[in-house]
């Protein structure tokens, strides 16, 4: 019973550190959420340089106040099919962890649609959809005013190879 009841409390702690604000974002027709905390700044589309021999999820890479971005494009790194960027289309940069650094990316969402305060008890755990699929880049499934949201912890999104050859590639 004494275990029982710790793993509980482990379960509403693991909860409680999830509750935050988050920027939402669609990808067709999901909405998606990251801890604002990461968020750097949401810019429109412009102009991006394309880097040969880069997976091609990553579009490339763009000049910020001086400094180089690379970019990828969340749709086809989520396995979802290209689209025409609007003038909806943005470029969300954030702040990601890679190993023993952090590094700036920018990613392509279709849109960006609020900043909401979620609160813990509105967060489940990520469904277990069999052993075959990884899901350790969601942190939970947001409930928000009788819809889903999917809260990503973008840390994880990319593998740490994925984020050396972005790294290297900028």
């Known amino acids: 019973m004494k275990e029982l009841s710790k793993t ?13 604000k ?12 990251i801890g604002i905390l990461k968020i750097r700044e949401i810019i429109g589309i412009m102009p991006i ?8 999820f990553v579009k490339g890479v763009i000049n910020l106040r001086g400094k180089v971005i690379p970019i990828i494009d969340l749709r086809l790194k989520f396995g979802m099919e290209s689209i025409e960027y609007t003038d909806r289309t943005c470029i969300i940069v954030v702040e990601i962890s890679g190993g023993e650094s952090t590094i700036q990316i920018g ?7 609020e900043v909401l305060n979620i609160k813990s008890e509105d ?3 990520t469904p277990t959809f069999g052993t075959s699929l990884d899901t350790d880049y969601i942190l939970g499934m947001a409930k928000v005013s009788g ?24």
Do not use: N
Not at 22 to 33: I, P, Q, R
């Open 8 to 20: 509980i409390d482990q379960a509403v702690k693991t909860m409680a550190d999830k509750e935050g």
């Open 49 to 56: 340089t394309s880097v040969p021999r880069t997976p091609e």
């Open 123 to 125: 967060i489940e755990e």
């Open 107 to 113: 990613i392509i969402v279709d849109t960006v649609s």
């Open 22 to 33: 988050y920027l939402t974002f669609t990808l067709g027709e999901e909405e998606y959420g």
């Open 147 to 170: 819809a889903v949201k999917i809260l990503l912890d973008i840390d994880k999104v990319l593998s740490s190879d994925e984020i050396s050859a972005i790294d290297k590639a900028a």
